[in-house]
C-alpha cells in the first residue's frame, strides 16, 4: 500500500513569508503614524541687540572754572557749535607797556559720552585798531605783538600774532590720538609786547578769533 505527501505543510511555507510582510508592513504604518522622534537639539536666543550713537560735547572754561561756555549753547547738539565771548585768550588787557607779557590759562574738556578723534585750534586773521585816544601811527602792531600756546609742557606755537595762521592739529602736537570723554585739556596763552616797541605802538590794541574743533 503506498503512501501520499499531505499538501497542507507546503501551504505553511507559503504562509510564513506573507506573515512576515504583513508584520513589517504594520511596524512601518505604525511609524510613520508616531507623532514625535526624539533627536538631540540645541538652540541660543540674543534679547539685547541694540545700538545708538554717542555724543561729542566741547566745554571751554577759564583758569578756576567760573566761566565755562559749551558747544551746546547754540541752541542744541544739533548744531554743537556756539560762540563764547566771555573768555579773552589774550588776557584782555588793554594797557600793556614794553616788555609786559600776559598769560591766560583755560581748560577745553570733552564733556560728551564719545572720544573726539579729531582736535584742533585755528586762528583767524590778526586785526589792530585804536584804543582810545590819542593812538601811535604804527600799524604793525600784529607782527609785533608775540603769542606762545603750549598745553604742559608742549609748544602748539610760538611767534607773532600775524605770523599765526594755520590751524594747530591738537592731538598731533600732544602725541595722542583722541581726547576720551570726560577729559581735560589745559592751554596757556602768553601774549607779549617786545622792550623795544616804542611811542609809535601807543594806545593800540589788537584782536584775533580763535576757533577750537572736536571730531570723531
Partial sequence: MSTQNPTPPRRRRLALPVLLAGGLGSLILALGLSPTIS????????????????????????????????????GSVSSNTATCATINKYGGSVTMVPGQTVSTDIKIKNTGSAAATGFTLTPGTCAQSNNGTPNGTATNLCSTMTLVVTSGSTTLYSGTLQGFASAVNVLTALGTTSVPAGTTVPFTFAVTLPSTAGNTYAGLQVSQPLTWDFSS
Avoid at 57 to 71: F, K, P, R, Y
Fill in 39 to 74: 533627536a538631540f537639539t540645541a538652540q541660543i536666543k540674543n534679547t539685547v541687540d541694540t545700538a545708538g550713537t554717542g555724543t561729542v560735547i566741547m566745554q571751554e572754561s577759564n583758569a578756576d572754572g567760573s566761566v565755562l561756555c559749551n558747544s551746546t549753547d547754540g
